[in-house]
């Protein structure tokens, strides 16, 4: 079965600090790897997404970078604040279908 | 204003008892998909349809049955529930751009079931 394995299950962040997070994938071809935020009582939302011909996306205080020779992609939180507290889940499609793969979450707390 | 809506967003019921959770877009979306959530295991996909009258398996779908027979409206029906279907379910809905790129999945808000 295809699978994202996401770590770490959860982090404690001072707030400024940066916060990571990391996803690694096995030997399928994926074509988007999406990064969504979930409140506690809400659904996901996407937070940022890249896909496999760029190396680093940033939007804001979030970054993601993917290596695709590793297998690998994360989301880097510069200057974690507090309203970034907030489950966090990668995830990502194989080509050619609508299939979501999603890691299992970490749950991060950024401490004031 | 646009969002994805579910029905019910609190359920209690007791094994095998048939229910329906209902999940309707107002953006016009082709694509929209049913997840489950448990807790260590994140977000698994149950079931997800392309457009009217096309659906596909997600990675969990024993257990479930979907219908799209209007683009708006995706119901996720349990047949026969049990109680290792308790869960928190999510309806997402997006876009499907030419040439099969993806874009952003909207979530409703919800549904937590509790089969007994």
């Known amino acids: 079965q295809q699978q994202v394995k996401q770590s770490p299950q959860s982090l404690i962040v001072q707030k400024g600090g940066i916060s990571i997070i990391n996803c690694a994938y096995e030997?399928?071809?994926?074509?988007?790897f999406p990064w969504y935020q979930q409140f506690p009582g809400k659904g996901p939302a996407l937070l940022i997404a890249i896909r496999p011909d760029v190396s680093e996306k940033k939007e804001g205080r979030f970054t993601i970078s993917f290596n695709k020779s590793a297998k690998q992609f994360s989301l880097h939180i510069m200057d974690s604040q507090p309203g970034d507290s907030a489950t966090y889940f990668c995830?990502?499609?194989?080509?050619?279908?609508?299939?979501?793969?999603f890691g299992t979450g970490t749950r991060l707390k950024v401490l004031a | 204003e646009a969002q994805v809506t579910q029905n019910p967003r609190y359920l209690i019921t007791v094994t095998g008892k048939k229910l329906t959770v209902t999940c309707s877009q107002n953006?016009?979306?082709?694509?929209m998909s049913w997840y489950r959530q448990d807790p260590g295991l994140g977000l698994r996909q149950i079931y997800y349809s392309m457009n009217v009258e096309v659906t596909d398996k997600g990675d969990v779908p024993e257990g479930y049955k979907v219908s799209r027979k209007e683009k708006r409206n995706f119901p996720l029906i349990l047949e026969s529930p049990s109680p290792n279907q308790t869960s928190l379910y999510f309806c997402?809905?997006?876009?499907?751009?030419?040439?099969?790129?993806?874009?952003?999945?909207?979530f409703g808000p919800g549904t937590r079931l509790l089969v007994l």
């Open positions: 995830a990502a499609t194989p080509s050619g279908t609508y299939k979501y793969i």
């Open positions: 953006m016009n979306h082709e694509y």
């Open positions: 997402a809905s997006s876009p499907v751009m030419t040439g099969g790129r993806k874009e952003t999945q909207y």
């Open positions: 030997n399928t071809a994926f074509d988007y």
